[in-house]
């Protein structure tokens, strides 16, 4: 097992601010394929993420980006 949903958490803000290289980006992607739960995942920040991205524009400070992995962590945890 090379990805972990702690990999994958990890880049997953990135993923979806497009900022993650194609390697991790294919890694994490296969990732989701074998793991429903960070799909799910994937779907809820997606949903709920829209609002925030909105306010935020393209502007995400890095503090912003280690509490939303942080919130992520959490979420996944509860979870499990
Ligand atoms: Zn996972």
Redesign the pocket.
């Known amino acids: 097992m090379k990805h972990?949903?702690n990999d994958?958490l990890k880049h997953l803000v990135d993923y979806l601010e497009g900022e993650l290289d194609p390697e991790a980006s294919q890694e994490l992607e296969s990732?989701?394929t074998a793991?429903p739960?960070?799909v799910r995942f994937l779907d809820t920040y997606k949903t709920t993420g829209k609002v925030c991205r909105k306010a935020l524009e393209r502007e995400m400070p890095d503090e912003m980006k280690q509490s939303l992995r942080a919130f992520l962590r959490d979420k996944?945890a509860d979870n499990s």
């Open positions: 972990t949903c994958a990732h989701l793991c739960p960070c996944l």
